[in-house]
């Protein structure tokens, strides 16, 4: 039986921008534009422009993002990167894909890197820190990035969860050497599969990544200047992110209107936390609405039998899964987060409807 409550909706999505969509693919299918052509660069040009940087390079996911900003940062093997373990693994793996050792240090009830710990991590093999902007909230990028200047360390910033979002009125991506955004159909800005972005103030850092992400080569003097990677933003993906691109503050100001409304629905229930937290010149585009209880799992299936889909982000740390090979950090914030955290339906099709099911489900469960 399908859910009452989906948590995303990509019919729908796709219906809402059909004729503009259609009209990029179909461009690009009639003109032969595949790879590397204007429909790409048109995109990142935009991207660019939104995120506030002066150069943004498409590759085929945030994943590629990651890794290629580590090793056009020059990182790699006997450097130690600070990051968090309550992430998507991705982030993770770029860091030891790209030969240095990731360093998982615990978040706060925000559930962004906890910046009290940070400098006690730090060693003399640190060269960078990874900030993970999680679902939708920036990292207090202030006192981060005085850290990072006193130790002389690179901020690779995670924005994967964020385009759009704020800190200081400056935009999540813009911060750090680079920022590294996923296209994955259901992130806020999502393409018809794999897609991601390195945004960037460095022009060599930028050369690299756009090196990187098609075989190493030069594409104007055919000159390979490293062993490179098969990973680019294709042209189509580009083209139709670009058309999505300026719905996206639409859509972002829809997912706040949302939060709003699970706010008002679900304030004052004892044991229950909710992702609202002191504004501090943030500006939150809810990625996911992460909502915290002890009664978790129970919740959980109530929801399910209702009809309302919802997903655990993440239900076990990231260490405890074998094959990953990482050590125990000891994260007890993190350990108790896996147990606690449940996100509601979101995106820009959730209706107050949804959001309005949603709640009478969760208040039948606690009693009030
Ligand atoms: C989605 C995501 C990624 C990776 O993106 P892909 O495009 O799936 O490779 C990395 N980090 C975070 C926090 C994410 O949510």
């Not at 150069?55 to 020059?74: E, I, K, Q, T």
């Not at 996911?288 to 740390?317: A, F």
């Amino acid at each position: 039986m399908p859910y009452r409550v989906p948590f995303v909706d990509p019919r729908t999505h796709y219906q809402r921008l059909k004729p503009q969509i259609d009209g990029a693919i179909i461009d690009c299918l009639t003109k032969g534009d595949l790879v590397l052509r204007q429909q790409l660069r048109d995109f990142e040009a935009s991207l660019a422009k939104f995120v506030g940087v002066k150069h943004a390079v498409g590759v085929n996911s945030g994943y590629h993002a990651l890794h290629f900003s580590l090793l056009a940062c020059g990182i790699g093997p006997g450097d130690e990167v600070i990051t968090v373990a309550h992430t998507f693994v991705a982030t993770v793996s770029a860091i030891v894909h790209a030969g240095a050792t990731p360093v998982l240090i615990d978040v706060g009830k925000d559930y962004d890197m906890d910046l009290d710990l940070l400098e006690a991590a730090i060693t003399p093999r640190t060269k960078a820190v990874l900030p993970v902007h999680l679902n939708g909230r920036l990292c207090d990028m202030e006192r981060l990035e005085s850290i990072a200047k006193r130790y002389h360390l690179t901020v690779i910033e995670d924005a994967a969860q964020s385009l759009g979002a704020t800190f200081g009125g400056r935009r999540a991506g813009s911060f750090g050497k680079t920022g590294c955004f996923s296209f994955y159909p259901f992130k806020v800005l999502g393409g018809f599969g794999d897609g991601g972005a390195v945004t960037t103030n460095d022009a060599d850092v930028a050369r690299t990544v756009s090196l990187l992400r098609y075989n190493g080569e030069d594409r104007e003097t055919g000159e390979y200047h490293h062993h490179g990677y098969t990973a680019l933003l294709d042209n189509v993906q580009a083209a139709v992110l670009d058309v999505k691109l300026r719905e996206l503050p639409t859509w972002i100001e829809h997912r706040r209107r949302i939060a709003d409304l699970y706010r008002r629905g679900l304030e004052g229930i004892p044991g229950l936390g909710l992702p609202h937290f002191e504004d501090d010149g943030r500006f939150d585009i809810f990625q996911n609405y992460v909502i915290r209880t002890r009664e978790r799992d129970r919740l959980r299936e109530q929801l399910r039998e209702d009809g309302i889909e919802t997903l655990l982000h993440w239900p076990k740390p990231m260490w405890e899964h074998v094959g990953l090979a990482l050590a125990d950090p000891g994260l007890p914030e993190t350990v108790r987060i896996s147990k606690e955290v449940i996100s509601l339906p979101m995106s820009a099709e959730t209706t107050p409807e949804h959001v309005e099911i949603t709640v009478r489900s969760i208040r039948r469960f606690f009693k009030c």
